[in-house]
């Protein structure tokens, strides 16, 4: 069975193996101009890869002091950024659109950062990790897997005889779900690769107890694909791992409107909150009522063009319309 490395990564760093992160000038650090910006390795091509927006791929990995390290050049290029090196520094700067990712050979620390941003020599963001990059024959830079899930984070996972699986999440938005004959698949729009149908194994990793089939159109996700993509249009894949984004909040909100859909399958109900649609979803933990009624009120009482409030999560998806879960609703009318 695959493993991710991510949980032993979790292990090292609960031992303190991950040592720190944060932001100061150390010996290693990108170069800086007279005005204080770091100055970036221009690579010769900035032309972008196919993987720009995720992708995973297999790479051969190589044991160096009881460590899994993997090639730079080869995972980076891979993932859509151009590599550039310094021999004077003996130096890697890697940089797709904005993004810049550098490091020395010998040194543990990584610096991850936007070369857009205003930075000084005492504001570096950086990782420090428990393993350095290092020249394998003396020409190829090799850096440590745990430098692809906490500088980069992707997810790794480990195969036979060293070979590992990269995944990088590709960024998609929901077009619909659907099932055939082979089960549930979603049809997703991917911005590099137009429509992608997406399907699902026993070993697809979906949010525990989450219902597919109550994800609204335009919702946005994250999807670890498969190795294997069809050549078809649109081409297909399973998916390895289904993230659903959500707003960060800690604090419940109040909401006011009238419901214009229900789907009491999906227990799903849309409201109109002053022009602005939202859905709810709502099961057995929602609770429902009306003024001082005692009875037990469900989903099927909540008809469209009823008035209700009530209190929902604050934490939403970023679909259209934003979608959250409904705590207590009390109808009005």
């Not at 984070?153 to 960024?171: H, I, Q, R």
């Not at 082979?182 to 137009?194: A, E, F, M, Q, T």
């Not at 209700?308 to 939403?316: F, L, Q, S």
Request: overall charge negative; aromatic content about 6%.
């Amino acid at each position: 069975m695959r493993k991710n490395i991510t949980k032993i990564l979790a292990s090292l760093t609960a031992a303190g193996m991950v040592l720190s992160c944060g932001a100061a000038f150390a010996e290693g650090t990108p170069a800086f101009d007279l005005s204080g910006n770091p100055i970036v390795q221009t690579p010769e091509s900035q032309e972008p890869a196919a993987l720009s927006n995720g992708g995973t791929f297999n790479v051969q990995a190589v044991e160096h002091d009881g460590t899994l390290t993997v090639p730079l050049r080869e995972v980076m290029e891979q993932m859509g950024y151009a590599v550039a090196w310094n021999e004077e520094t003996q130096g890697v700067d890697c940089v797709r659109e904005e993004t810049v990712v550098s490091l020395n050979i010998g040194s543990g620390r990584y610096y991850h950062y936007n070369k857009m941003a205003a930075y000084n020599s005492s504001a570096m963001p950086y990782t420090d990790l428990s393993s350095a990059p290092y020249l394998y024959r003396d020409s190829v830079t090799y850096v440590p897997i745990e430098m692809l899930i906490s500088v980069l984070g992707v997810s790794v996972y480990d195969g036979e005889e060293n070979v590992v699986t990269v995944a990088e999440a590709a960024k998609v938005t929901l077009n619909s779900v659907q099932a055939d004959e082979d089960g549930i698949y979603l049809s997703v729009n991917d911005p590099k690769r137009g429509e992608v149908i997406v399907r699902f194994s026993d070993t697809s990793v979906i949010p525990e107890d989450y219902d597919l089939t109550a994800m609204p159109e335009g919702m946005e996700l994250e999807i670890e694909y498969g190795l294997a993509m069809t050549m078809s249009l649109p081409p297909q894949t399973t998916a390895i791992k289904i993230v659903i984004p959500y707003t960060e909040s800690v604090d419940n909100i109040d909401f006011s409107g009238t419901i214009t859909e229900r789907d009491v399958e999906a227990g799903i109900i849309v409201i109109d909150e002053n022009g602005i649609l939202r859905a709810l979803n709502v099961d057995d933990g929602t609770k429902i009522t009306h003024g001082l009624d005692k009875r037990i009120y469900k989903i099927d009482d909540l008809t469209v063009g009823t008035k209700i409030t009530g209190v929902r999560d604050a934490a939403e998806t970023r679909s259209i319309p934003p979608q959250s879960y409904a705590i207590a609703i009390e109808i009005v009318d």
